[in-house]
C-alpha cells in the first residue's frame, strides 16, 4: 500500500503562484510513475502533470509553460509548481502514484493507484 498526503493549496490572487507537495508512505519502491489530477465543481477530475521514474515529463494543455511537476526522491516528496495561475485553475488538486509488483499466484504483473485526500486551490480575479 502506499499513503499520499497533498498540501500548500490556499487561496492565491490571478497571477500568482504556488507550490503544490505530496508526501509518500508505505510501499514506495513500487511505485513507477507519479502525477497531479485536478476536480473543479461541477466538472470531471482531469489530469494535470505525471513524472515516470525515468525522469520523462507530460503535461496537460493547459498547464505548459505554467506548471512544472518536480521530485525529491530523499524525502519522497512530489511537487506541483504552479505560476501564472487564473481563476479557471481553481479546484482540488489530488496526488496520484501508479505501481507495479510481481504476484507469483497466479504468475503476473499486478498494477495499482493510490490517491490523496486532495488539496483545495482557489484562485481570484
Known amino acids: 500500500q502506499v499513503h499520499l498526503v497533498e498540501s500548500g493549496g490556499g487561496l492565491v490572487q490571478s497571477g500568482g503562484s504556488l507550490r503544490l507537495s505530496c508526501v509518500a508512505s508505505?510501499?514506495?519502491?513500487?511505485?513507477?510513475?507519479e502525477r497531479w489530477y485536478r476536480q473543479s465543481v461541477g466538472a470531471e477530475r482531469e489530469f494535470v502533470a505525471a513524472l515516470a521514474d525515468t525522469g520523462q515529463t507530460n503535461y496537460a494543455h493547459f498547464a505548459k509553460g505554467r506548471f512544472t511537476i518536480s521530485r525529491d526522491r530523499a524525502k519522497n516528496m512530489v511537487y506541483l509548481q504552479m505560476n501564472a495561475l487564473k481563476p479557471e485553475d481553481s479546484g482540488i488538486y489530488y496526488c496520484?502514484?501508479?505501481?507495479?509488483?510481481?504476484?507469483?499466484?497466479?504468475?503476473?504483473?499486478?498494477?495499482?493507484?493510490?490517491w490523496g485526500q486532495g488539496t483545495q486551490v482557489t484562485v481570484s480575479s
Open positions: 508505505g510501499s514506495v519502491s513500487g511505485i513507477y510513475e
Open positions: 496520484n502514484a501508479a505501481t507495479s509488483r510481481i504476484d507469483y499466484a497466479p504468475p503476473d504483473i499486478k498494477y495499482d493507484q493510490f
